[in-house]
C-alpha cells in the first residue's frame, strides 16, 4: 500500500520561502506510471490544485500560481518537493501531495498544515 | 480557466433517503474523440484528505459502495448517494481533469436531517 507523508515546515513569516516535501513509501517515485502532485485547502475552503511533476522531470503548474511555484524530486530519497516563495497570510492552508494514476488522485498524504504569519 | 460550480452548497438528508449533489462546468469536459467525460467526484470526512468516488463521470472507485452512482455528460452532471449512510456524511468535490489547471468545485457539505 502507497503511503504519503507532507514534512513539518513550521511557521512561515510573510515573503518568505515555504518549503514542504513529500516522502512516499510502499512504491517508487521512479515508476513511469503516476504523477506526483500538491494540493492546498484554505481553512473552510475547497481544493486547488498546485502543480505536478512527473518522473521525467516534467511538470505542469496552475498558471495562478505559476510565478511563485516550484515542484522538484529527489528519485534516491523517494521524494518529492514543493516551494513556495513570496508567502503572504492567503497562502495559510493545508497542504497535500497526492499520486495522480491516469487523472485520479488515487493516494494522498494526511495533509499539512501551514500557516503564514510573522 | 474551467470554473466548475456545484450545488446546493450544503444539504441535510435523512438517514436511508437519497442526496443528490448537481456540478456544473464552464466549458464540456466531454472528450469526442474517445466519449469520455473527464471529470471525478471526491469525498472528504472531516480532518481526513480527500478519497476518490468516481472518476470517468461515472466509474466507481473499487472500494466505494454501489450506493454512490455518477451521472451526466459535457457540463451538467450529479452525484447520487441512495439509502443515506451516518459515515457520508462529508464534503463532496466535483474535479475536472479536461483541461490544466485542474479544477474542483466550492463542495457540498452533506449532514445528516
Known amino acids: 500500500q502507497v503511503q504519503l507523508q507532507e514534512s513539518d515546515p513550521g511557521l512561515v513569516k510573510p515573503s518568505q520561502t515555504l518549503s514542504l516535501t513529500c516522502t512516499v513509501s510502499?512504491?517508487?517515485?521512479?515508476?513511469?506510471?503516476?504523477?506526483w502532485t500538491w494540493v492546498r485547502q484554505p481553512a473552510g475552503k475547497g481544493l486547488e490544485w498546485i502543480g505536478r511533476i512527473f518522473t521525467t522531470g516534467t511538470t505542469n503548474y496552475n498558471p495562478s500560481l505559476r510565478s511563485r511555484v516550484s515542484i522538484s524530486m529527489d528519485a534516491s530519497r523517494n521524494q518529492f518537493s514543493l516551494k513556495f516563495s513570496s508567502v503572504t497570510a492567503a497562502d495559510t492552508a493545508v497542504y497535500y501531495c497526492a499520486r495522480e494514476y491516469y487523472y485520479e488522485f488515487d493516494f494522498w498524504g494526511q495533509g499539512r498544515l501551514v500557516t503564514v504569519s510573522s | 480557466d474551467i470554473v466548475m460550480t456545484q450545488s446546493p452548497d450544503s444539504l441535510a438528508v435523512s438517514l436511508g433517503e437519497r442526496a443528490t449533489i448537481s456540478c456544473k462546468s464552464s466549458q464540456s469536459v466531454l472528450y469526442t474523440s474517445n466519449n469520455k467525460n473527464y471529470l471525478a467526484w471526491y469525498q472528504q470526512r472531516p480532518g481526513q484528505p480527500p478519497k476518490l468516488l468516481i472518476s470517468w463521470a461515472s466509474t466507481r472507485d473499487s472500494d466505494v459502495p454501489d450506493r454512490f452512482s455518477g451521472s451526466g455528460s459535457g457540463t451538467d452532471f450529479t452525484l447520487t448517494i441512495n439509502s443515506l449512510q451516518a459515515e457520508d456524511v462529508a464534503l463532496y468535490y466535483c474535479?475536472?481533469?479536461?483541461?490544466?489547471?485542474?479544477?474542483f468545485g466550492q463542495g457540498t457539505k452533506l449532514e445528516i436531517k
Open positions: 474535479q475536472q481533469y479536461f483541461a490544466f489547471p485542474y479544477s
Open positions: 510502499g512504491g517508487s517515485i521512479s515508476s513511469g506510471r503516476y504523477y
